[in-house]
């Protein structure tokens, strides 16, 4: 069946950088997008940008643009996306969520209907 | 950036009651507002879709409601596996953005 399956946990310093994989199974890939969603510790559900399946374009969340970068991998039988955050700070503390978004509809919108386990990224000197 | 709010921000109940969630959008989304369930420690789960579109697989006693900027989560007859946080999402505009979430816990 369809899953996401993410990348294990991370610890970095300050001004690093860090780089999370989703790796997806299960579906036709080109048929969605991918989200990314960060949580920082006890808050709310922050959307970081997504990367088209079918043609890898990219749209992020104007906060982050400039320090995130989105790119995806099918050259083996199963694809992977990956987050690049740089220029990390105790601020970037969050789990990071991977989350299949389905079709844009007119009348639907469109929504993220499956989600990866999540991976904690703790920035820290 | 559309923002998204949420009411109450948490509340008790006992199983079997019914509880209420609102979103409020800060223009019109017409119906692109989407629910999801969080459980502690795990990924949220999608619920409701296009306002009022139950997910499948998603038992019956939870419904949406809402167009424009108001919306509205259901929950009749609660049961001991829905205390948890319910985050309303906008998808109308990028950046999408949620509401601060809505905790649902035991009376």
């Known amino acids: 069946q369809a899953q996401l399956v993410q990348s294990g946990p991370e610890m970095k310093k300050p001004g690093a950088s860090v780089k999370v994989s989703c790796k997806a199974s299960?579906?036709?890939?080109?048929?969605?997008?991918m989200s990314w969603v960060r949580q920082a510790p006890g808050q709310g559900l922050e959307w970081v940008g997504w990367?088209?399946?079918?043609?890898?374009?990219?749209?992020?969340a104007y906060k982050y643009s400039g320090r995130v970068t989105m790119t995806t991998d099918t050259s083996t039988s199963t694809t992977t996306v990956y987050l690049y955050l740089r220029s990390l700070t105790s601020d970037d503390t969050a789990i990071y969520y991977c989350a299949r978004v389905t079709s844009w509809v007119y009348d639907l919108g469109n929504y993220e209907d499956l989600w990866g386990q999540g991976t904690l990224v703790t920035v820290s000197s | 950036d559309i923002q998204m709010t949420q009411s109450p921000s948490s509340l008790s109940a006992s199983v079997g009651d019914r509880v209420t969630i609102a979103c409020r959008a800060s223009?019109?989304?017409?119906?692109?507002l989407n629910w999801y369930q969080q459980k502690s420690g795990k990924a949220p789960e999608l619920l409701v879709y296009a306002a009022s579109s139950l997910q499948g697989g998603v038992p019956s006693r939870f419904s949406g409601s809402g167009s424009g900027t108001d919306f509205f989560l259901t929950i009749s007859d609660l049961q001991p596996e829905d205390f948890a946080i319910y985050y309303c999402?906008?998808?109308?505009?990028?950046?999408?953005?949620f509401g601060p979430g809505t905790r649902v816990d035991i009376k």
């Open positions: 223009r019109d989304i017409r119906t692109h």
């Open positions: 990367i088209s399946g079918y043609n890898g374009d990219t749209n992020y």
């Open positions: 999402q906008q998808s109308d505009i990028t950046p999408r953005t």
């Open positions: 299960g579906y036709t890939f080109s048929s969605y997008s």
